[in-house]
């Protein structure tokens, strides 16, 4: 059951993003309402988020990049579901990794 009594603020900046951000603390199961370039999307949080923190807006495959703001901020070390804190836990950075030469 999500929560849905509050309106929960948080940040999706471009539509090619797959984070937001929350700007304020936000319990788990809340559906929290998005907007962006003409775009509205709902994620109901499958965890607490913290101000200042990042969930994921839809699926983040194993491997793939994490965008925010339109930029690459690292890449998923796990597969990542909608509603998930985005974290070190599961967000790997890209830049000084011998790994990802070109990157």
Do not use: C, W
């Amino acid at each position: 059951m999500s929560t849905t009594d509050n309106n929960y603020r948080a940040i999706l900046m471009k539509q090619k993003d797959n984070v937001a951000t929350a700007l304020e603390d936000i319990p788990a199961e809340a559906a929290v309402e998005l907007q962006t370039e003409g775009m509205n999307l709902t994620v109901i949080l499958r965890e607490p988020i913290a101000f200042g923190h990042k969930f994921a807006v839809r699926t983040i495959a194993e491997g793939e990049d994490i965008l925010k703001y339109a930029e690459v901020i690292g890449m998923a070390n796990r597969a990542i579901q909608p509603g998930e804190h985005v974290h070190v836990h599961n967000l790997d950075g890209k830049r000084g990794r011998g790994d990802q030469v070109g990157a």
